[in-house]
């Protein structure tokens, strides 16, 4: 079987195959087409650009596999769009995605995202929703990385205040034309966009409420003359639905976005509701079916999943040998093996934050560690740790600080809910160190946290209570490998071990 395919008509609800709709056999058959053109939508690939075995070791994802499987199965033709037009004259397929594209896995953070921004621009994208991520490494980055992908960034929500926002090109809305019938795609950020990323990134940015943009944002992609009108959210497709069905007079095709909990509607309105999957190991092919005279007629499509088995289409091989260059280099900068572990580590398992937490605390001889939950991004596999694993757990350019605090003050960063404290837990009577001494509010102790913390990143308020703090210098990630060879672990004396003796 070349994948895992849930076909849909009229309704796409995309939260995992054994969930999803099949056609409505009782619904009319689609008129007669004179036109079809297909949406090729993914989400928050993060840089994936190689293929991954999945829980059951069966290889899933990676870009030039999905690339192979556009070519194979709609007829895609890869290479830049410009000037909202295919790359060939008879393009009849059209790329889009919901952010969060290029930091995530090393092969492309490690690189500050322009491996996937490559890849990206070789596969054909058309555009892309504004997501929350697209700033990890900094506007600059971000504007060099836009250009080599060589698509917009759409976000009609986020509203440019001064000189340095509007120089990063974002655009609410961009239509594309194939074979004469043009589609109007509108993205929308999510107010994570500005308040999650590292201080100033944010600087001249305001976030607008989702009905007020599109208020804007559809009529103008009504007057450009659309046929048909795509919505792309980095935020939940059940935050957004609401919105849409309260606008019927927009004229909606479809909407996609993220899943968030698992739950959205089938349909807002007029338009379909479509999870594209994530790490390019999912997509939804859309089918928009068009009359004579250009009226949207019809909606259909199928939801992929993207196993790479034997009766699969080949990866693309130009692309392959390009993700291959770049493994050689990820490799050659990030192949030493500094460690191993006798299994699995999962992302949330408390071992990974005792992991990363201890490595900044040891490291700095701090009383403490403080992370966050969210900056780990992935498990770990089983068998040798290399400097690349470290980089695809983290890959957040965060740089290491020391800060002194007044107990009180530690413990209401300990209690943020986003916290992942080493050295320290909470007890019935409070917060005690490892020791098993209570905090005393009125000491001072030295916490050793991140920079985005610091800075009053998911809510935590640092910098106020220590304006001369120890900017160490020192990137997470580094901190983090020296300290694990330091451990010098083997297959018979692994990770998991050592972390119970810390």
Same mark, same amino acid.
């Given at each position: 079987? @070349?994948?895992?395919?849930?076909?849909?008509?009229?309704?796409?609800?995309?939260?995992?195959?054994? /969930?999803?709709?099949?056609?409505?056999?009782?619904?009319?058959?689609?008129?007669?087409?004179?036109?079809?053109?297909?949406?090729?939508? $993914?989400?928050?690939?993060?840089?994936?650009?190689?293929?991954?075995?999945?829980? /059951?070791?069966?290889?899933?994802?990676?870009?030039?596999?999905?690339?192979?499987?556009? @070519?194979?199965?709609?007829?895609?033709?890869?290479?830049?769009?410009?000037?909202?037009?295919?790359?060939?004259?008879?393009?009849? $397929?059209?790329?889009?995605?919901?952010?969060?594209?290029?930091?995530?896995?090393? @092969?492309?953070?490690?690189?500050?995202?322009?491996?996937?921004?490559?890849?990206?621009?070789?596969?054909?994208?058309?555009?892309? #929703?504004?997501?929350?991520?697209?700033?990890?490494?900094?506007?600059?980055?971000?504007?060099?990385?836009? !250009?080599?992908?060589?698509?917009?960034?759409?976000?009609?929500?986020?509203?440019?205040?001064?000189?340095?926002? &509007?120089?990063?090109?974002?655009?609410?809305?961009?239509?594309?034309?194939?074979?004469?019938?043009?589609?109007?795609?509108?993205?929308?950020?999510?107010? &994570?966009?500005?308040?999650?990323?590292?201080?100033?990134?944010?600087?001249?940015?305001?976030?607008?409420?989702?009905?007020?943009?599109?208020?804007?944002?559809?009529?103008?992609?009504?007057?450009?003359?659309?046929?048909?009108?795509?919505?792309?959210?980095?935020?939940?497709?059940?935050?957004?639905?609401?919105?849409?069905?309260?606008?019927?007079?927009?004229?909606?095709?479809?909407?996609?976005?993220?899943?968030?909990?698992?739950?959205?509607?089938?349909?807002?309105?007029?338009?379909?509701?479509?999870?594209?999957?994530?790490?390019?190991?999912?997509?939804?092919?859309?089918?928009?079916?068009?009359? %004579?005279?250009?009226?949207?007629?019809?909606?259909?499509?199928?939801?992929?999943?993207?196993?790479?088995?034997?009766?699969?289409?080949?990866?693309?091989?130009?692309?392959?040998?390009?993700?291959?260059?770049?493994?050689?280099?990820?490799?050659?900068?990030?192949?030493?093996?500094?460690?191993? =572990?006798?299994?699995?580590?999962?992302?949330?398992?408390? #071992?990974?934050?005792?992991?990363?937490?201890?490595?900044?605390?040891?490291?700095?001889?701090?009383?403490?560690?403080?992370?966050?939950?969210?900056?780990?991004?992935?498990?770990?596999?089983?068998?040798?740790?290399?400097?690349?694993?470290?980089?695809?757990?983290?890959?957040?350019?965060?740089?290491?600080?020391?800060?002194?605090? !007044?107990?009180?003050?530690?413990? !209401?960063?300990?209690?943020?809910?986003?916290?992942?404290?080493?050295? %320290?837990?909470?007890?019935?009577?409070?917060?005690?160190? #490892?020791?098993?001494?209570?905090?005393?509010?009125?000491?001072?102790?030295?916490?050793?946290?991140?920079?985005? =913390?610091?800075?009053?990143?998911?809510?935590?308020?640092?910098?106020?209570?220590?304006?001369?703090?120890?900017?160490?210098?020192?990137?997470?990630?580094?901190?983090?490998?020296?300290?694990?060879?330091?451990?010098?672990?083997?297959?018979?004396?692994?990770?998991?071990?050592?972390?119970? &003796?810390?």
């Amino acid at each position: 079987m @070349i994948s895992r395919v849930c076909l849909f008509a009229s309704v796409i609800a995309l939260c995992g195959c054994p /969930q999803r709709q099949a056609s409505n056999p009782d619904a009319a058959p689609p008129p007669s087409k004179d036109l079809e053109l297909t949406l090729l939508i $993914t989400g928050a690939e993060n840089g994936y650009l190689l293929p991954n075995p999945d829980d /059951q070791g069966i290889s899933r994802g990676g870009a030039a596999h999905l690339l192979g499987r556009w @070519i194979a199965l709609h007829g895609h033709c890869p290479g830049a769009v410009t000037e909202g037009a295919g790359a060939c004259p008879s393009a009849k $397929t059209l790329v889009i995605s919901t952010g969060d594209n290029g930091n995530g896995a090393s @092969i492309s953070s490690y690189f500050r995202a322009v491996p996937a921004a490559e890849a990206m621009a070789y596969m054909g994208y058309a555009a892309s #929703a504004f997501g929350n991520r697209e700033l990890d490494f900094g506007r600059q980055q971000f504007i060099a990385n836009a !250009k080599k992908g060589g698509y917009p960034y759409l976000a009609a929500d986020l509203r440019a205040r001064d000189d340095g926002a &509007k120089a990063m090109g974002l655009q609410p809305m961009k239509v594309f034309t194939r074979a004469g019938v043009k589609v109007a795609v509108i993205g929308l950020t999510s107010k &994570k966009s500005i308040t999650t990323l590292m201080a100033g990134r944010s600087a001249g940015f305001e976030v607008l409420e989702d009905e007020a943009a599109l208020i804007q944002a559809v009529p103008a992609a009504q007057l450009a003359g659309a046929h048909a009108i795509v919505i792309l959210t980095d935020n939940c497709l059940a935050t957004l639905a609401p919105t849409v069905e309260k606008h019927p007079e927009w004229n909606a095709a479809v909407v996609a976005g993220r899943a968030c909990d698992g739950t959205f509607p089938e349909k807002a309105g007029t338009a379909v509701l479509a999870y594209p999957g994530r790490h390019f190991n999912d997509y939804v092919a859309v089918k928009l079916t068009f009359a %004579a005279d250009k009226k949207l007629a019809h909606v259909s499509g199928e939801a992929f999943e993207v196993v790479n088995d034997a009766s699969a289409p080949p990866p693309e091989p130009q692309l392959a040998r390009a993700i291959a260059g770049w493994k050689a280099r990820r490799d050659a900068s990030l192949g030493e093996e500094i460690g191993a =572990l006798r299994g699995k580590l999962e992302q949330t398992d408390p #071992a990974m934050s005792a992991w990363l937490g201890r490595a900044i605390k040891e490291q700095t001889a701090s009383d403490f560690g403080l992370i966050n939950r969210k900056g780990m991004r992935q498990g770990l596999p089983a068998g040798k740790l290399t400097q690349s694993n470290v980089y695809d757990v983290i890959p957040f350019e965060n740089s290491v600080v020391v800060a002194t605090l !007044k107990g009180v003050d530690l413990i !209401k960063a300990f209690e943020n809910p986003e916290a992942r404290v080493i050295g %320290a837990e909470k007890k019935a009577g409070g917060w005690v160190d #490892a020791a098993g001494q209570k905090l005393d509010p009125a000491q001072k102790y030295k916490v050793a946290t991140l920079d985005y =913390l610091y800075f009053g990143g998911d809510g935590f308020e640092i910098e106020s209570k220590d304006v001369g703090p120890n900017f160490t210098g020192m990137g997470w990630q580094t901190t983090v490998i020296e300290w694990t060879k330091k451990l010098g672990t083997t297959e018979l004396a692994p990770l998991e071990d050592a972390l119970k &003796k810390h």
